[in-house]
């Protein structure tokens, strides 16, 4: 019997930015102070454990009532001085399944870049595959502005 396989979608995006890479992954993994920097979006933790594999946190995506919430669980974590330093997730939720991962890499002692990777599986079948083509190129430019946030958060010296 044939067995259908689920399309994912990649999605990668980079930016660098003018910090340290131990810097910069702090400023990734502290949970509550991604709004600061990432669009329309507010993460939690929910389990007490907070840094590490095993970790639960969720993104709250949207405006008011047009929002979404993307639970994820930390599969992956190699900090800073790994390199890359590397954060993986499984996304866990209905709307939003599959992988994701950011990575940190030293350029020089002030110098990082960030490459924030997602593997998704669309829902909804062929009709989500053929709306992802629509959705992804506002994805990427929304994960492109994050990540510019990012490195102005970070170059700030804030975290």
């Given at each position: 019997?044939?067995?259908?396989?689920?399309?994912?979608a990649?999605?990668?995006v980079?930016?660098?930015v003018?910090?340290?890479?131990?810097?910069?992954?702090s400023?990734?993994v502290?949970?509550?102070?991604h709004?600061q920097w990432?669009?329309?979006t507010r993460?939690?933790?929910?389990?007490?454990?907070t840094e590490?594999?095993?970790a639960?946190i969720?993104?709250?995506?949207?405006?008011g009532?047009?929002?979404f919430?993307?639970t994820?669980?930390?599969t992956s974590?190699q900090?800073?001085p790994?390199?890359p330093a590397r954060?993986?997730v499984?996304?866990?939720?209905?709307?939003v399944?599959?992988?994701g991962a950011f990575?940190?890499?030293t350029?020089?002692?002030?110098?990082?870049?960030?490459v924030w990777?997602?593997?998704?599986?669309?829902?909804?079948?062929?009709?989500?595959e053929?709306g992802?083509l629509g959705v992804?190129?506002v994805?990427?430019?929304?994960?492109?502005?994050?990540?510019?946030?990012?490195?102005?958060?970070?170059?700030?010296g804030?975290?």
């Amino acid at each position: 019997a044939a067995r259908a396989v689920a399309v994912v979608a990649e999605l990668v995006v980079a930016a660098e930015v003018a910090a340290a890479a131990g810097h910069v992954w702090s400023a990734l993994v502290d949970w509550p102070t991604h709004g600061q920097w990432m669009l329309f979006t507010r993460v939690e933790s929910t389990t007490a454990q907070t840094e590490g594999a095993g970790a639960g946190i969720v993104g709250i995506t949207g405006i008011g009532p047009c929002a979404f919430r993307d639970t994820m669980t930390v599969t992956s974590w190699q900090p800073p001085p790994a390199q890359p330093a590397r954060c993986g997730v499984e996304h866990t939720g209905r709307l939003v399944r599959g992988s994701g991962a950011f990575e940190v890499e030293t350029i020089d002692a002030g110098h990082s870049r960030v490459v924030w990777s997602e593997w998704v599986r669309p829902p909804g079948g062929l009709l989500g595959e053929i709306g992802w083509l629509g959705v992804r190129p506002v994805v990427a430019l929304f994960l492109r502005i994050s990540l510019r946030r990012l490195a102005k958060y970070a170059e700030a010296g804030r975290r």
